[in-house]
């Protein structure tokens, strides 16, 4: 009878959202506002209703109904109520209508936004929103339904929605449960982060195309897609970075990114976002580049799609794709439509994008980010080739190849360097101008203190060239930003006479924009820490021990004392758990506990590190599960992660960064101000 | 006593013989070493995964293969060479540099240097844009400037300003 | 400021015709793929393209150590995908043993075992274990299976005397009756 229900209130939803679309175009050309007004209802009515089936879903998920295939699948009894829920986006179905549910959130809230100065950008956004919601909705109710039940006709069980004749109702006893791997509380955050991610970046893009079928391709579009899209880049870095914690936590390859083909699918509008976010600037202050702009944007929501579709067709083999499915087609048909209709409409209207360009000089602010920009893009090329070229092997030659870590990893380094060393330089530099003096003056000092550290380091650290390099650009983009902080607050404290740290509180909270963008800079220096200290320096060592005997990795000694095992009816697993001494240098540390988690119902194992953190690095023991594991000998891979925690205080901090970048300014009176008075080139307020 | 010395030498050599081969049997290859070979190839069944990590059966026996073969005195080259011919190019950490497979490693640099000649094309035309609206400026309020009156005084102080700059 | 007056150019021919051309190629090229990982395995009624297994020592075939298939014209071929490691293709193996000592004196039927993704030592202990004697021999680079694109394995390729695919058994057999009851089609 739910089921039922839930898929009578899917169906009904796909109705509306149709309407919704025809009536904004029916509007837009007849010129005829209540048909628009009409059409926005209908798109803020596809938010309760959508709600409404996907709350059907998680009551049948919550409540053990095991005929509905998508339940059985996805959950079974010794499932606790919150991994219940998130099941809900731990199969296609399931995720498909989380999906629409997110775009449903976001359709309506932009339709509940004040209108009258866009009310011409209003029935193209609808329309856009409405073509999106009506493919991942049709997807869902014809292709990957999550209401279908089992039903038994002549001895064979198959889902369908509606019974077929003369066939009954099968209700399995449980279900399979999720994947093991999937019982974790990062499950609760990183796909619904990530996926709000992707969601997201449909209003901007909405706002592009509106302005590109309007042909009001002044400021409003690019004023108004700023915000969202700075969100929908905050809430997808997120859930980028949880999603390498997890894989830290949990898969047991002591590493947090894989350069698997569904992991860089998510990580290619990452790129293009963050060149957006830097190149809208340029167009704010010199209003140039508003083609590249709305290129940017526009690649940037075409790979969400892309990489979407990818992901869950099989198309991609990977651990993270989703089997084959029957959307493959259907959601082929969509991103064709997407992609055919952004570059006509981009090319139809470059005429009116175009405007002069001039550039006083190539060391300007406006350069650097373009250069920023190319840089973003050659690793967008890298990735984005990466990924299809196995594709394009097995067409040819019908041999499949894999692209793996060396490749990536080799072509990328170079320019995530260049990336470092402008954003040391590139906040030293003026809009409009800038020489290779005044560059040089700005960082010297800043320069000069990196490569201190370096010297240091290479005593006392390591002598490895990339390491040093790469911590000689970690140095100087913290040492040149911090300084940044400094300058301004000091030049603030002596015209203002406030103390230092009002002075900076001030100065911070009168261009928000500006130091949270430093705030993030600096968290990504930190990130790039952790991130050389792991990748450069780790170590390994695997082997068997039995009671009493050790292993060593670095500094560490690790000794195996004893295990433990042991059922957990209720959750339906059984835990082996190792305990093993921990020594550094021949000092006791203390107790690590490593774990072999095997899961009844599907018949797997989870394999838990035991973990000791701290900000030199992180100690990592695995029970090898592979292996035989008992109290008489048992197998352990012991990692050493130098620095990795920089990675995830990095995150932290990165996080504190958007959100004050994102808060508005405290004047607003101020704000307006500013923003006149940016409209002409600057040089920095002081010199040193 | 000739004799005597001869079969002393010889079974001192024989039991060298047999110490040795007791000696090279205990060179199994270590986890580590069998890992570090096994690190560059992925799983041939599994999706995406590599040999060290994988879990499966399958896997385990793949890495059995491995350590004896390093035993055998296989190079590392010549392990990669088995599993390719045995399992397929997949197998490989990045495709072999054969054929079709150039073009994964030259495209990509290619592009990029292509996007970055016509960046820095398009910076020339800009700045070059900008100084021909300087000068086409700048000799415009020079021509408004020069009217008979004051042509002489006006001349000398735009000079000296321009002294100045 | 400056003078220019703005020029309304629009994108140049050659840029527009590489950006579709691009375009366009990208999407065919999914869409193919797309439609190859949806085709599965390959259907009775196919013609099978001649391909040659490579056979383990002891295991030849008349005393051939690598085997074609155009070799068996005339014939019903038997081809069966296993593994040491696949636990569901041990429940067949004993059938597929006792199914080709029914054939093996007339001839007329050839049952070839292709190895897929497997270490040798493992191999050979499964086919002592089960006591086969019919031709077995390693997939290389998986050339076969991937010509035949099996999802998995145990999985049995049924071949005419014409070379044209007949008959697919996903899965192990039940019983020594079914395997014959299939060859039992072409062979009356």
């Not at chain 1, 990114?257 to 976010?277: C, K, N």
């Not at chain 1, 140039?288 to 940017?296: A, D, G, P, R, Y």
Request: aromatic share 14%; hydrophobic share 50%; charged share 15%.
């Amino acid at each position: 009878m739910f089921a039922e229900f839930g898929y009578g209130v899917l169906l009904v939803s796909l109705i509306v959202a149709i309407y919704s679309g025809i009536a904004a175009v029916n509007g837009a050309l007849n010129k005829s506002a209540a048909t628009v007004e009409s059409a926005r209802r209908a798109m803020l009515l596809t938010f309760p209703l959508i709600s409404i089936a996907a709350g059907t879903l998680i009551y049948l998920l919550v409540n053990d109904h095991y005929e509905v295939a998508f339940v059985y699948e996805v959950t079974s009894r010794s499932m606790p109520t919150y991994l219940k829920i998130t099941a809900w986006w731990g199969g296609q179905a399931g995720s498909l209508v989380f999906w629409s549910w997110l775009l449903a959130v976001f359709t309506s809230a932009v339709t509940l936004r004040k209108w009258d100065r866009d009310i011409e950008f209003l029935p193209w956004v609808i329309l856009v929103s409405s073509v999106t919601l009506t493919f991942f909705l049709g997807m869902t109710a014809f292709f990957e339904n999550p209401f279908a039940r089992y039903w038994v006709t002549n001895g064979n069980v198959a889902p369908s929605m509606f019974a077929p004749a003369g066939a009954t109702l099968f209700t399995p006893q449980d279900g399979q449960g999720l994947n093991p791997l999937l019982r974790h509380p990062g499950m609760v955050i990183h796909p619904p982060m990530l996926y709000l991610g992707f969601v997201s970046f449909v209003i901007p893009y909405a706002f592009a195309m509106a302005a590109l079928i309007t042909g009001r391709t002044d400021d409003r579009w690019i004023r108004i897609t700023r915000r969202w899209a700075l969100w929908a880049w905050l809430f997808l870095s997120f859930g980028l970075v949880l999603g390498g914690r997890w894989a830290y936590d949990v898969l047991g390859w002591g590493g947090y990114w894989g350069w698997d083909p569904v992991e860089i699918a998510a990580f290619m509008p990452w790129l293009t976002g963050t060149a957006f976010l830097h190149s809208v600037m340029i167009q704010e202050k010199r209003g140039l580049l508003k083609h590249w702009n709305m290129i940017l944007i526009i690649l940037t929501y075409a790979l969400v799609i892309f990489g979407t579709f990818l992901t869950r067709s099989g198309v991609l083999s990977s651990v993270h794709a989703f089997a084959n499915s029957p959307i493959g087609p259907f959601f082929m048909g969509f991103v064709s439509l997407t992609l055919v209709a952004s570059v006509a409409l981009v090319i139809w209207r470059w005429p009116i994008l175009r405007s002069e360009t001039e550039m006083k000089s190539m060391l300007s602010r406006e350069a650097l980010f373009l250069l920023n920009n190319l840089l973003f893009i050659s690793i967008l090329v890298v990735c984005f080739w990466g990924v299809i070229f196995p594709l394009v092997s097995e067409l040819f030659t019908g041999q499949k190849v894999t692209v793996g870590p060396p490749f990536y990893e080799r072509a990328t380094a170079p320019l995530f360097s260049g990336l470092l060393f402008l954003m040391a330089i590139a906040p030293l530099s003026a809009w409009g101008h800038s020489t290779v003096q005044t560059l040089g003056r700005a960082i010297w000092k800043s320069a000069a203190a990196a490569l201190v550290v370096v010297v240091a380091l290479f005593f006392t650290y390591t002598k490895n060239i990339g390491a040093l390099v790469g911590f000689f650009l970690v140095a100087l983009a913290l040492f040149a930003t911090t300084h940044e902080f400094w300058r301004g607050a000091r030049a603030r404290q002596k015209t203002q006479g406030e103390n230092f740290f009002t002075a900076l509180s001030r100065l911070m909270g009168r261009n928000r924009r500006r130091y949270g963008g430093y705030i993030i800079h600096i968290s990504m220096a930190l990130m790039a820490i952790g991130i050389l200290g792991i990748e450069i320096f780790q170590k390994e060592t695997q082997g068997a021990l039995a009671q009493g005997e050790q292993l060593n990795v670095g500094d560490y000694t690790v000794e195996y004392r004893e295990l433990a095992s042991w059922d957990s009816a209720g959750e339906g697993v059984n835990h082996t758990r190792a305990v093993v001494d921990v020594y550094e240098n021949g000092v006791y540390l203390g107790e690590l506990n490593p774990r072999i988690d095997y899961y009844f119902d599907s018949q797997q194992n989870m394999t838990i590190p035991g973990q000791r953190s701290t900000l030199r690095d992180d100690l990592y023991i695995l029970l090898v599960d592979w292996q035989p594991v008992s109290s008489a000998g048992a197998t352990f891979k012991i990692f050493v992660n130098p620095l990795v925690n920089w990675l995830w205080i990095g995150s932290l901090v990165f996080l504190l960064g958007v959100i004050f970048a994102a808060w508005p300014d405290n004047d607003p009176n101020e704000e307006t101000a500013r923003r006149s008075v940016t409209r002409s080139n600057r040089q920095p307020s002081a010199a040193d | 006593m000739k004799k005597a010395l001869q079969i002393l030498t010889f079974a001192l050599l024989l039991a060298g013989l047999f110490t040795s081969v007791a000696i090279a049997q205990d060179d199994t290859p270590t986890d580590d070493e069998v890992n570090a070979v096994a690190k560059q190839l992925y799983c041939p069944v599994c999706e995406n995964t590599p040999l060290d990590v994988c879990p499966t059966e399958a896997c385990r026996q793949w890495r059995e293969l491995i350590r004896s073969q390093l035993s055998e005195g296989m190079t590392e080259q010549q392990i990669k060479d088995y599993f390719v011919a045995n399992y397929g190019a997949r197998v490989l950490s990045e495709p072999p540099r054969t054929g079709l497979n150039w073009l994964v490693y030259i495209l990509p640099p290619a592009i990029i240097l292509l996007g970055a000649f016509f960046l820095f094309r398009s910076f020339r035309e800009w700045t070059k844009a900008s100084a021909t609206a300087a000068t086409i400026s700048a000799e415009r309020s020079e021509i408004e400037a020069s009217s008979p009156a004051k042509d002489d005084y006006v001349a000398r102080l735009e000079e000296e300003l321009k002294k100045r700059k | 400021m400056t003078e220019t007056i703005p020029q309304k150019r629009g994108v140049p021919l050659w840029a527009q015709i590489a950006i579709w051309v691009f375009l366009v190629a990208l999407l065919v090229l999914v869409g193919i793929i797309l439609g190859k990982r949806q085709q599965g395995n390959v259907q009775p009624g196919d013609k099978i393209p001649d391909f040659s297994l490579p056979l383990f020592s002891g295991y030849e075939y008349a005393g051939k150590s690598e085997v074609k298939l155009s070799d068996f014209q005339g014939k019903v071929v038997v081809l069966n995908f296993w593994a040491s490691w696949c636990k569901p293709c041990e429940q067949e193996a004993a059938e597929l043993e006792e199914a080709w000592k029914f054939y093996e004196a007339d001839g007329e039927v050839v049952f070839l075992g292709a190895d897929y993704v497997d270490t040798e030592p493992e191999a050979r202990a499964y086919l002592k274990k089960f006591g086969i004697t019919f031709s077995n021999g390693p997939d290389m680079g998986t050339k076969i299976s991937q010509m035949f694109r099996i999802s998995g394995v145990p999985e049995t390729y049924f071949i005419d005397q014409e070379g044209v695919l007949y008959y697919v058994k996903i899965g192990p057999f039940v019983s020594v009756d079914e395997i014959k009851s299939i060859v039992a089609q072409k062979i009356p």
